[in-house]
């Protein structure tokens, strides 16, 4: 089987967390950069982050000729019904960044007592393979929104979700992908690659 | 074919909006009630319109033995990236209603100008058949979300979209029927069963 993976994301903060997790399999994981080609924008119309996973997956694959890991994150506030969800990145619009989606994550929840104030990270990978076979991995971290932005590390709405009293912005890489949505995510997905190399 | 329909709904005023549209196919259209039997409560779990109308359908079916039209539905304000969507029903909580909904949204985009209070109502139909057979159609409502509730008919969020100016609470059935995203979704889910009683 192939032992060169091709993980598709432009978002060097998400391919540093995929790569410190799947290189311990012995899987050699390589950017479409780093392969020298450039893989075609893929536009995110799913209605949930499977969807997402999927598309991205399947496209990389088919232009790489590789098996091609990706994902598809983003928060799930219960106080808005599951937003922003598969539109965590554009939550202020096109022209938007973490600052701006996350002030306006504040805004609306100004007022907000704290135990409503509960929401999850979820994160779905897939992994497609050029014969067709598809894994697929989900993994959720539940917290709280919290009534500031706090800490400096991480990335999008890191620094205003809170676990036992911190930030995800606030924590360790280590801390954070043993109890992350994504670090769930690909522990399941590479324990899933790890039975087919068996 | 069947001439015998269930409804697979407990909403009254649903109910009734289906039947006027169904009626004219020369479909005897039924509730459970009507039919003596009581359909199980399903769970609405999916994470789309799609998924949870085909559950109820194919639910509705499976125990009364007849074609079951099911339709899910929802508001998908752009504002709150796409919220309430599947949670509609239950955007103030369990114990919710159609007031606490349209409080909490009213509240939700307080100071959102005109501009930004786009939104849309959104319709799924299914109609599964014992054969295994599935009818599928979606309709949407383009509108914006007003400043206050107004009108006294309709029903969920229907005094705070207002289309062209007037509220969906202000409006006739039939100008409701020819706009709405049911109207629109049992349009063609009604087309499609023509083409299959031809």
Same sequence: chains 1, 2.
Avoid: W
């Amino acid at each position: 089987m192939e032992k060169t993976f091709l993980i598709a994301t432009h978002n060097m903060k998400k391919r540093n967390e995929l790569l410190r997790i799947l290189e311990p399999l012995g899987i050699d994981v390589k950017t479409d950069e780093e392969l020298g080609i450039t893989l075609s924008d893929v536009e995110e119309t799913g209605e949930t982050f499977y969807e997402n996973a999927l598309l991205k997956a399947q496209s990389g694959c088919r232009e790489s000729g590789l098996p091609c890991v990706a994902d598809d994150s983003g928060l799930m506030v219960d106080y808005l019904a599951g937003a922003p969800g598969v539109y965590s990145a554009r939550f202020a619009g096109e022209h938007g960044n973490d600052a701006k989606n996350n002030a306006k994550l504040l805004k609306l929840l100004k007022d907000v007592p704290e135990e409503e104030r509960t929401a999850r990270f979820v994160s779905v990978t897939c992994c497609a393979f050029p014969d067709g076979t598809v894994l697929t991995a989900r993994g959720e971290c539940v917290g709280k929104i919290g009534y500031e932005e706090i800490g400096e590390g991480g990335f999008g709405y890191d620094p205003v979700f809170m676990v036992n009293g911190k930030s995800f912005a606030e924590i360790s890489d280590e801390e954070k992908d043993s109890l992350s949505h994504r670090g769930k995510s690909l522990a399941v997905l590479s324990q899933k690659l790890r039975e087919l190399y068996v």
